[in-house]
């Protein structure tokens, strides 16, 4: 079992910046991938980056290509989103996923293993 637990999130103008964080705790061992995905109210759940853990390559959505970085820690089992130059369309519910799967398509959620409780991410003025 793998438990996460988000934090960061919160209410920012837009043009700025936050950055969340995701701790990873229990069989860390078995990670192959973890990412970041966020639901807006009425929307599915959707794929905004995430990394490889061994390797550190990393994939990002389109629409925040240039703006978020993912990046982890693996020796504190923690891994991060850093979110510049917000827009109110970045509100979202987001949460931190694991998959204990060494091959997957990373920007499905049907892979992730495990799911942490989410963290809310507001972006308005």
């Known amino acids: 079992q793998v438990q996460l637990v988000e934090s960061g999130g919160g209410l920012v103008q837009p043009g700025g910046s936050l950055r969340l964080s995701c701790a990873a705790s229990?069989?860390?061992?078995?990670?192959?991938?973890m990412g970041w995905f966020r639901q807006a109210p009425g929307k599915e759940r959707e794929f905004v980056a995430a990394?490889?853990?061994?390797?550190?390559?990393?994939y990002d959505a389109e629409s925040v290509k240039g703006r978020f970085t993912i990046s982890r820690d693996n020796a504190k089992n923690m891994l991060y989103l850093q979110m510049n130059s917000l827009k109110s369309d970045d509100t979202a519910v987001y949460y931190c996923?694991?998959?204990?799967?060494?091959?997957?398509?990373?920007?499905?959620?049907?892979?992730?293993?495990?799911w942490g409780q989410g963290t809310q991410v507001t972006v308005s003025s």
């Open positions: 996923a694991a998959s204990t799967r060494p091959l997957i398509s990373v920007r499905n959620n049907g892979p992730y293993d495990y």
């Open positions: 229990g069989r860390t061992f078995g990670i192959y991938y």
């Open positions: 990394v490889s853990w061994s390797r550190d390559i990393t």
